[in-house]
């Protein structure tokens, strides 16, 4: 009876404990570095958070209990929640159309050249670069104050956002339908109606959905700046010190904010059942 049982000088030695690389040591000295600096730079004291106590007591004493009052407070927040929603809507379908024809120009898999994909690369860019308060502020002065300040700045920076993610999921797609079109001649528009498109499509809805969903509350922060909406209704109570009726508007827009997330989870379950 033959045993497999190791002698002592057979047994394979214990694995060495691996030291941090080098690398690694640096990339940890300079991300400790960075935030030591960040936390001087904002004077981040929670020494001073704790002081301040009493002025958020008062605070909150004094927007409590909302003012609920419904000609004064409450209608004309419900109106202004609304206009706050169709700004969010607006800006989001009205950059459909060139979030994807700029997504289309800045896939690999659809771009016609690498020109027209650099081009449409720096583009998208840019009106992700640029925050949507900075483009409400432009418009504010262009247009006037209101809610078509705000449908503007959305359609500009959303153009941004979507069309990076829509030619980013173009280009995760299986590429051989696309290859194959290719093979046979077929056109770059060819190529992306028949093989592209199609497989993307649920990721396209999905997407839009999330924005719409960032661009109604966006919205509130582009009221805040005269893009009308229940922001400019926010920013008028703090101004006034009715912080009962900020409160009041607060709800109102907590209960838009729910309403909205709760449909768009519902939509893109029904996709995602559909599809499955």
């Known amino acids: 009876m ?43 004291s929670p020494t001073a958070l704790a002081q301040g106590w009493r002025g ?15 000609s004064e407070v409450l209608k004309p ?20 159309p060139f979030a994807l024809a700029l997504a289309l120009a800045a896939a690999r898999t659809t771009a016609p050249n690498r020109w ?13 670069a640029v925050p949507d308060v900075v483009f409400a502020l432009v418009f504010v002065t262009a247009v006037g ?13 959303n153009t941004g956002v979507m069309g990076k993610l829509w030619a980013e999921a173009m280009e995760e797609i299986d590429q051989g339908p696309r290859d194959a079109l290719r093979a046979n001649g ?9 093989a592209v498109l199609p497989a993307v499509v649920p990721q396209f809805v999905g997407l839009l959905l999330y924005r719409f969903d960032v661009n109604v509350r966006s919205s509130l922060v582009l009221g805040l700046v ?5 922001g400019f209704l926010v920013n008028k109570s703090i101004k006034l010190f009715r912080f009962d ?30 599809g499955a």
């Open 186 to 194: 077929a056109s770059s528009l060819q190529v992306a109606a028949h």
């Open 116 to 128: 027209v994909y650099q081009a449409a690369r720096s583009v998208l860019s840019f009106l992700r």
């Open 77 to 96: 927040s419900i109106d202004a929640a609304l206009v706050t929603l169709y700004i969010g809507l607006l800006g989001t379908t009205l950059s459909v």
């Open 145 to 157: 104050l209101g809610p078509f300040a705000g449908v503007l700045a959305l359609v500009f920076h």
């Open 2 to 44: 033959s045993t497999d049982v190791l002698t002592p000088a057979e047994r394979p030695a214990p694995p060495r404990r691996r030291w941090p690389s080098p690398v690694m040591l640096t990339i940890t000295a300079v991300l400790v570095v960075a935030h030591v600096l960040a936390w001087r730079g904002t004077d981040f």
């Open 226 to 230: 005269g893009a009308g909406g229940i």
């Open 245 to 274: 009726e900020m409160a009041t508007h607060l709800l109102v827009v907590m209960v838009l904010v729910v309403a909205v997330d709760q449909l768009s989870a519902f939509v893109r379950r029904r996709i995602g059942g559909t």
């Open 56 to 70: 958020m007591a008062d605070f909150i004493g004094q927007a409590l209990p909302p003012d609920l009052s419904w």
